[in-house]
């Protein structure tokens, strides 16, 4: 089992950058694909970003695409979510998730089984 924690999330104006961080307990967080979700006021949680275990392969919800960057430091056990060009659409919880899978290929949201309390990003007009 995995403990995560996000951290960094705040207040921020259009057009500003926040940083996310997930810290992970344990000494297998290499093992981990991470991924990051969100869920604004009044809507399902939606996938925004995913990164590989070792960190060369990333993928990201379409509409954050060129704004927003994925990337983990497997030596301090975090995995990072940079957003910039933040548009009030982006407000919402961001969730760091974990999956430990077993296979190279597209990680589905079922495999997630691992998920922090969620940090508030609120993006002003």
């Known amino acids: 089992q995995v403990q995560l924690v996000e951290s960094g999330g705040g207040l921020v104006q259009a057009g500003g950058s926040l940083r996310l961080s997930c810290a992970a307990s344990?000494?297998?967080?290499?093992?981990?694909?991470m991924g990051w979700f969100r869920q604004a006021p009044g809507k399902e949680r939606e996938f925004v970003a995913t990164?590989?275990?070792?960190?060369?392969?990333?993928y990201y919800k379409d509409s954050v695409k060129g704004r927003f960057t994925i990337s983990r430091d497997n030596a301090k056990n975090t995995v990072y979510l940079q957003m910039n060009s933040l548009k009030p659409e982006d407000t919402a919880v961001y969730y760091c998730a974990a999956a430990q899978v077993f296979h190279n290929g597209v990680v589905t949201s079922t495999e997630y089984d691992y998920w922090g309390q969620g940090t508030q990003v609120t993006v002003s007009s």
């Open positions: 344990g000494r297998t967080f290499s093992s981990y694909v």
């Open positions: 990164i590989s275990r070792s960190g060369g392969s990333t």
